[in-house]
């Protein structure tokens, strides 16, 4: 049984960093691409950035570019360091998992979904 579990969501300030996590099981994780998506209230689903399993390349959305970053080590953890943190990078952030080496953007085609870690920024 495939389990993505995030943590190190929290309350932060505006201009902050945090860390996410996901601890990944139940999956050769060096054969997926792993990505981050978020959900903010009222909103639908919208991808944040991957890292391939091919090649270790990534891929981000504008709106987090430069300021976020996704890594991924062997002990089946994949990474988000958001720096520079906006009152509108609040959202619930979710993680996934792909077997495809450069997935869709969209949510709706990822293979396995974490259940989220919340993340709140104040201004």
């Known amino acids: 049984q495939v389990q993505l579990v995030e943590s190190g969501g929290g309350l932060v300030q505006a201009g902050g960093s945090l860390t996410l996590s996901c601890a990944a099981s139940?999956?050769?994780?060096?054969?997926?691409?792993m990505g981050w998506f978020r959900q903010a209230p009222g909103k639908e689903r919208e991808f944040v950035g991957f890292?391939?399993?091919?090649?270790?390349?990534t891929s981000y959305a504008d709106s987090v570019k430069g300021r976020f970053a996704i890594s991924r080590d062997n002990a089946k953890t994949l990474n988000l360091q958001m720096n520079s943190l906006k009152p509108e990078d609040t959202a619930v952030y979710y993680c996934?998992?792909?077997?495809?080496?450069?997935?869709?953007?969209?949510?709706?085609?990822?293979?396995?979904w974490g259940q989220g870690t919340q993340v709140t920024v104040s201004s």
């Open positions: 996934a998992a792909d077997k495809m080496i450069f997935p869709s953007y969209s949510s709706g085609n990822w293979d396995y």
């Open positions: 890292i391939s399993w091919s090649d270790g390349r």
């Open positions: 139940g999956l050769t994780f060096s054969r997926y691409t």
